[in-house]
């Protein structure tokens, strides 16, 4: 009789704890399970020489963006971590558009030699139903 109602109690409490589970999942983003958010974002970088660097990024949202902004920054490394490289000139460019599911870039910059530098993309998708989403990623040095 114990093993058979702690065996009770044991699926009970499980079977409660997957509800809550779902339930939870279900309330994100208004009440719809999320689907929209930046799905990838890929980078292609390269030091061309030591004063030319060129980027490419590839941004994708799992769903068509009604509206986004895609924006990529050159940050340079310092003694203080990395920071916005503003003696570069255009050391931030920004993507809008709308109706789309990606975004490609391609940028260059005439960086100074010897610094290391890497890209920041920061990628803001909206929709009509009101939802926002935002996501940050970032290259591997160069």
Request: aromatic share 12%; with cysteine.
């Amino acid at each position: 009789m114990k093993k058979k109602t702690l065996c009770l109690l044991l699926v009970l409490v499980l079977t409660m704890g997957l509800t809550a589970t779902f339930s939870f999942a279900d309330s994100i983003g208004n009440g719809d399970a999320s689907t929209y958010a930046t799905a990838v974002t890929s980078f292609a970088t390269k030091r061309i020489s030591d004063t030319k660097a060129s980027a490419s990024v590839l941004v994708q949202f799992t769903r068509t963006a009604d509206e986004y902004v895609v924006a990529i920054v050159l940050q340079k490394k310092t003694s203080s971590g990395w920071v916005t490289a503003t003696d570069v000139s255009g050391s931030a460019h920004y993507y809008r558009g709308s109706n789309k599911d990606s975004v490609t870039t391609y940028d260059t910059w005439t960086v100074k030699k010897g610094v290391l530098y890497r890209i920041k993309c920061v990628s803001t998708d909206k929709y009509d139903s009101g939802l926002e989403y935002s996501y940050t990623n970032y290259s591997d040095p160069f």
